[in-house]
């Protein structure tokens, strides 16, 4: 199958090109801003450059001209002061998939949606995927993955082609982690002194659900091999606490409400102190709890790694300052943070990241 995946060199996008490419007999080829130089860990990789936030409608047709299947997985996180931005490349970068997918006649689109996409949770109970994606108001990330489902529902309207949506919960593994914390972290505190937090002050309310990103790449496998349709939850048991973060972080949780937690949050990216906008605090206590039984059950996906695994080799990843060779996933280091600080501003602000 000839198969191009957006935002090949993230996190998602480099677990999936490894499940593919050992799948072997397909023809893949990468869609990123940054290709990795020379193949990096991927040779067998036709590596495309395109900035979905631009209008280059040949670029994106000629990548998915003769495709099988396009997934769809780019999206940002920072600059988190840019919101025009993000919008640009969550909500603008999928309409622009979705023109190609349709001028080039690709008969299966599949979109890496998120729990972030989902109405607020009245209570831990897990949703199916019936539940209503309206996002949570007060994040601007949950609010471009809402509206990107709705892009998604005029296509399904508009066109007979395939559409799927995943809609994971928090994805990690250990190469991403580096560049995880880039995106949380001031540039200034170094990564090894996550191994000496001697207390953890969140609300003891906090639970999420986790899942490894080669457990997203099986189902995204499975999908564009099944050519399945409609949407999937993906989540691995159990979903984890802020008891599971104090205890991988060999810390102690002190219960702090989430209203302070957000506006301490809020003070600190107001003043760019730090780059995580007050939004994230909100959808971390709105989002609900995943059920999986479609994926399981129609795809036959089974996670291999449970959730507190996950969380584990992040924080592990995190401390080790865990990378990969491709650029999204570089190293982060005070240095290169700092550095790139006083050239182009902090991250949360500058346009490229």
């Known amino acids: 199958m000839r198969i191009v995946i957006t935002g090949a060199s993230g996190n998602v996008g480099s677990a999936l090109l490894r499940r593919l490419a050992a799948d072997g007999g397909h023809e893949l080829v990468g869609v990123a801003r940054r290709p990795p130089g020379g193949g990096a860990s991927f040779p067998e990789v036709e590596w495309v450059a395109a900035d979905l936030t631009v209008d280059d409608p040949t670029t994106l047709f000629d990548a998915c001209r003769?495709?099988?299947?396009?997934?769809?997985l780019a999206w940002g996180f920072q600059p988190s002061h840019r919101e025009d931005h993000l919008r640009e490349l969550g909500v603008g970068g999928t309409?622009?998939?979705?023109?190609?997918?349709?001028?080039?006649?690709?008969?299966?689109?599949?979109?890496?949606?998120?729990?972030?996409?989902?109405?607020?949770?009245?209570?831990?109970?897990?949703?199916?995927?019936?539940?209503?994606?309206?996002?949570?108001?007060?994040?601007?990330y949950s609010r471009h993955e809402a509206a990107a489902e709705r892009l998604l529902d005029e296509m399904e309207d508009e066109s007979e082609v395939v559409v799927t949506r995943m809609r994971p919960g928090i994805i990690g593994q250990r190469s991403a982690a580096s560049a995880l914390l880039r995106y949380g972290l001031p540039a200034l505190v170094p990564a090894g002194l996550l191994r000496h937090v001697p207390v953890l002050p969140i609300d003891e309310r906090l639970v999420i659900p986790m899942v490894h990103a080669d457990d997203v790449a099986d189902a995204l496998?499975?999908?564009?091999?099944?050519?399945?349709?409609?949407?999937?939850?993906?989540?691995?048991?159990?979903?984890?606490?802020?008891?599971d973060v104090a205890a991988a972080l060999d810390a102690r949780l002190v219960h702090v409400p989430s209203g302070a937690v957000r506006?301490?949050?809020?003070?600190?990216?107001?003043?760019?102190?730090?780059?995580?906008?007050?939004?994230?605090?909100?959808?971390?206590?709105?989002v609900p709890l995943l059920d999986t039984t479609r994926a399981r059950t129609e795809l036959g996906w089974e996670p291999v790694v449970d959730g507190t695994a996950v969380l584990a080799e992040v924080l592990d990843g995190m401390q080790d300052a865990a990378s990969s060779d491709s650029p999204v996933l570089r190293p982060r280091t005070v240095w290169n943070g700092a550095r790139a600080a006083l050239r182009r501003g902090p991250v949360s602000s500058r346009r490229e990241t």
Do not use: C
């Not at 809020?266 to 102190?273: E, Y």
């Open 66 to 72: 003769g495709a099988d299947a396009v997934v769809h």
């Open 95 to 140: 309409r622009r998939v979705i023109e190609a997918v349709a001028a080039a006649r690709v008969p299966h689109l599949v979109h890496m949606s998120s729990v972030g996409a989902y109405s607020p949770k009245r209570d831990d109970s897990p949703v199916d995927e019936s539940w209503a994606t309206g996002g949570v108001r007060t994040s601007m």
């Open 221 to 243: 496998a499975r999908v564009v091999g099944a050519r399945a349709h409609g949407a999937f939850n993906l989540a691995a048991d159990p979903p984890v606490t802020a008891q």
């Open 263 to 286: 506006a301490a949050v809020s003070a600190s990216w107001h003043a760019r102190l730090q780059p995580l906008d007050p939004g994230w605090i909100d959808l971390g206590y709105a």
